[in-house]
């Protein structure tokens, strides 16, 4: 089948635009002139302000009644990095793959999307696409400033697709029905500062800190369930400031990220954290912030739609999945059932990422047999 769209060709002009959190770079223009030909009506937005804004949204519909269903996605990409063997921002092919920052994670599942409503000419239901230039980033104006969006106008899908890449070994072995929570805290132990060879003068807070490090790691959050991996506390940096070799420092900071499973929520793990943090090092100071909570889309009708055109196009039994870090699915599943479905993610956020060409021509094909049975 030729689609009206080349995915591929697509893609690699999404690719192109170097549209690092929170810089559209002309990502929305060139979505927005694909989309607009379709028949979809083009809502474009900036919300926020800095460190964490302006950031760029859009929203795009066509069709007005029956099933609503919406596709979340996102345009921003994280930094590049240095030593690609080639521009990460100059797409190019090589022995069947599509170089450049965004090919997996996540600009050609947007492309593949846009080319399978390209495809059906007639549509019975609605089809919305959400997409945000901040999922990479604090997330503060992206989906949820799209969703306050929507709110204002009453608009609500009645299922929606991520197209986050969630295949691991082959295309389509892995959908994602739910994700961890994730929360992020800083804690700092005072001290005070002096001269080492003065300890009586000075009152040196990292051994405080190591002993709150060994009481937060001994702490067993939970076994896990049938669908989700036990809750895991991982210590992530350790610093005082100090550079001095005969310097005690007046201070000791440890960051620490928790991702957990829908036994737990983020602001009991935040308090388990400041009580233990009191009991080892009186005086200490926590931050927090939860990223999202946990959360499961039930068995239903999108599981149903997504692993049976998996199956139909690539004869692929599909794993059900919560493994894996947070989408924005923590924010949408507040709407209504939510899976994530895409490319290979082994080169996401990787130097020199890529996703095979061939991939993304049987993802628009995935795609559109989703539509096609959801609207039908």
Known sequence: ????????????????????????????????????????????????????????????????????????????????????AGDPFKPEIRGGLLYGRGAVDMKSAIAAFVAACADLDLLQGTVSLIITGDEEGPA??????????????????????????????RLGDVVKIGRRGSVNMWIDVPGVQGHVAYPHRADNPVPKLARLISALEAIHLDDGTDTFQPSNLEITAVSTGSTATNVIPGTARAQLNIRFNNLQRGE???????????????????????????????????????????????????ELSTGGGTSDGRFLIALCPVVDFGLLNATMHKLDEAASVEDIRTLHRIYGRILASALA
């Open 268 to 318: 009991d793990l935040v308090a388990l954290v400041r009580r233990t943090a009191e009991a080892e090092a009186p005086g200490s100071r926590v931050e927090a912030r939860i990223s999202g909570e946990a959360f499961l889309t039930p068995p239903g009708r999108l599981y149903d739609l997504v692993t049976r055109a998996i199956r139909e196009e690539t004869g692929v039994e599909p």
């Open 1 to 84: 089948m030729t689609s009206a769209i080349d995915p591929v060709d697509l893609a690699a002009r999404l690719i192109a635009c170097p549209s690092i959190t929170p810089h559209p770079a002309g990502a929305f223009d060139v979505l927005e002139q694909a989309l607009r030909p379709l028949g979809f009506e083009v809502h474009r937005f900036v919300a926020g302000e800095a460190p964490d804004g302006p950031v760029e949204n859009l929203f795009a519909t066509r069709g007005t009644s029956g099933v609503h269903f919406g596709f979340a996605g996102h345009l921003d990409v994280v930094p590049p990095g240095e030593g690609w």
């Open 140 to 169: 503060t104006y992206g989906t949820p400033a799209l969703m306050r969006w929507m709110a204002e106008r009453g608009i609500r899908p009645d299922m929606i697709l991520i197209g986050e890449p969630t295949s691991e070994n």
